[in-house]
């Protein structure tokens, strides 16, 4: 199935002015994308016996959604016809679990939604998953942009913090290349906040 172009200036505005409507509308199902950062061990990260609980991103509700983001100046809008998988921020909770598990260097990982208690929290802000044009027909600058805290899970103490903002040309103005510069700037801050995680935390109590 071929993605859809993007929207005309009119009908971009008319979809904006329909962004608070949770359904995609009606007409053929989008075209699901799975996000698929590349993640491995991390070398120079430090072996860690503590055990981490990641929580979904606080994101705002432009991007708590499976809609694809995209800006064209103060312009807020999706891509036609294409979706993600899930909601942003339960895909970003997912992979965070995934890096720092792949990183080979942590005793346990879980999400917060397992009911595991560990030593400690990664709690994260989601403040831009987006595909950034300066020119209408060229392809998109992506942007992932996460707020990351390391709190004890005790003391409820914050440990470090990190603000981790990557970004990632698309090879062309389609939506597969849209998505493998997500996923190519998604690895980057992954990569980061994992090995921050693991560099931050301190022998659990």
């Given amino acids: 199935m071929k993605p859809e172009k993007l929207l005309a200036p009119a009908a971009a505005l008319a979809l904006l002015m329909l962004a608070a409507c949770s359904s995609l509308g009606p007409g053929p199902a989008p075209q699901l994308y799975v996000l698929a950062p590349q993640l491995g061990p991390l070398a120079d990260a430090p072996q860690v016996s503590a055990q981490f609980v990641v929580a979904e991103p606080d994101t705002p509700e432009s991007l708590n959604t499976p809609r694809i983001a995209l800006t064209r100046g103060?312009?807020?809008?999706?891509y036609a016809g294409a979706a993600w998988?899930?909601?942003?921020?339960?895909?970003?909770?997912?992979?965070?679990?995934?890096a720092l598990d792949k990183s080979g260097k942590i005793a346990a990982v879980a999400s917060d939604t397992q009911g595991v208690r560990g030593d400690f929290r990664l709690e994260t802000q989601l403040k831009d998953f987006?595909?950034?044009?300066?020119?209408?027909?060229g392809p998109p600058t992506i942007t992932v942009r996460i707020v990351a805290k390391l709190?004890?899970?005790d003391g409820r103490q914050i440990v470090a913090s990190l603000d981790s903002v990557h970004s990632q040309q698309a090879g062309a103005n389609t939506v597969p290349e849209?998505?493998?510069?997500?996923?190519?700037a998604l690895s980057a801050s992954l990569e980061e906040i994992a090995g921050f995680a693991l560099k931050s935390a301190p022998a659990p109590h």
């Fill in 130 to 137: 987006t595909a950034h044009y300066d020119t209408p027909d």
């Fill in 151 to 153: 709190v004890e899970s």
């Fill in 74 to 78: 103060v312009m807020l809008d999706y």
């Fill in 178 to 184: 849209v998505v493998a510069a997500f996923d190519s």
């Fill in 85 to 98: 998988a899930d909601r942003v921020p339960a895909l970003i909770q997912g992979s965070l679990v995934d």
